[in-house]
């Protein structure tokens, strides 16, 4: 991926790398001299990115403001994190706890992605075995001389294999396209996410992440002793799906009305988010309920997405045996027309 639509640092990456930093500031490490060390760790293709970082530290910016000068390498949710440690100087703890999360995030990937592996694999052997197929119909001919369509796609030989790649490609390039516009329909609680929020596994896992999420900035924020209006913006920085306007949150409650009230009339928030905050407002444990609850949301979503996967996993299995199914019932009704046309010249 080009550096014109910026990617950013792998999950597994960062979190060794905030990890360490967390380590160093603790140790009594000055942020200079700890990011510049990490910059000579890193693979060679951020280190550019991590010296930007370095010149803006240089110049005594916070850590979070350097960060944006990387122009999208730290996610959002890291930015945020690490802008209420500079507010705070919660450098190291708000270091740690970022890192704990993204190894969390990093271990629920790998178990996601690994639960399709082999149905991914099955995937792409029938797509292969079709463009085999497909090339070898070139070298069958009829009485005429000609190719014989054994699949009924129309395509054979040498040429019908690059139409069918060009096909797949095709297929690949508007399935990529549908999900970077599905993410941010999702975010903007557009048209996806309410045809997402109808199925009842996905639907709710997502759901449950995307809270979890916002729980845990709004854990971190309250912990540090931010206001409400910095909490709900840092908040909704890291989850842009519960996204709130902090003015109109602050006027809300300078009228008098509570925060859950107010998060209430958003309708945007999970029942148990609003329960949760409304105990932390009467006990004053905010960050500790948000944070419980945000371990629990957590966990329930990575349930929820692995039986997605398997879900995902059992469909493209579905699809495969079709796919078999019809080739072998294509090719055996070839030969059978063959056999019937060749009893019929006798």
């Known amino acids: 991926m080009l550096w014109g639509r910026q ?8 979190a060794a790398l905030l990890g360490r930093l967390s380590t160093a500031l603790a140790a009594g490490i000055d942020i200079r001299r700890a990011w510049a060390s990490e910059s000579s760790r890193v693979p060679s293709v951020w280190r550019l990115k991590m010296e930007a970082v370095s010149q803006s530290l240089a110049k005594g910016s916070p850590l979070a403001e350097a960060m944006e000068q990387a122009h999208g390498t730290f996610p959002p949710l890291v930015r945020a994190m690490v802008a209420v440690g500079d507010r705070t100087g919660h450098e190291s703890q708000t270091l740690r706890e970022l890192s704990r999360v993204l190894e969390r995030s990093v271990r629920n990937t790998r178990v996601l ?8 694999l099955q995937l792409i052997a029938a797509i292969t075995v079709v463009g085999v197929l497909i090339l070898l119909a070139g070298f ?41 516009r599905a993410i941010a329909s999702w975010h903007g609680h557009g048209i996806v996410r309410t045809i997402v929020d109808r199925f009842p596994v996905i639907g709710s896992a997502a759901r449950l992440a995307e809270a979890g999420v916002w729980c845990r900035a709004a854990a971190l924020a309250s912990g540090a002793g931010l206001d409400v209006g910095r909490l709900i913006a840092l908040s909704s920085a890291t989850a842009p799906g519960l996204w709130l306007d902090s003015k109109v949150v602050e006027e809300q409650l300078r009228a ?19 329960e949760v905050v409304a105990v932390g407002e009467m006990t004053g444990m905010t960050a500790e309920v948000l944070d419980r609850l945000a371990e629990q949301l957590d966990e329930e979503a990575r349930l929820g997405f692995e039986a997605a996967a398997r879900g995902a996993g059992f469909l493209v299995w579905a699809i495969v045996a079709s796919l078999i199914t019809l080739v ?19």
């Open 328 to 346: 072998i019932f294509r090719v055996f009704s070839f030969y059978v027309g063959m056999i019937q046309q060749a009893a019929g010249g006798i």
């Open 113 to 120: 992605v690994g639960s399709l592996v082999w149905p991914g």
């Open 140 to 180: 069958i001919r009829d009485e005429k001389n000609q190719p014989v369509d054994v699949l009924g796609f129309g395509l054979c030989g040498a040429n019908g294999l690059v139409q069918y790649l060009l096909i797949l490609a095709a297929i690949f390039s508007t399935t990529a396209m549908t999900i970077r």
């Open 7 to 14: 990617r950013q640092m792998p999950e597994k990456l960062l």
């Open 256 to 274: 008098g009305a509570t925060l859950e009230e107010t998060l209430r009339a958003s309708r945007r928030f999970p029942s148990r988010v609003l």
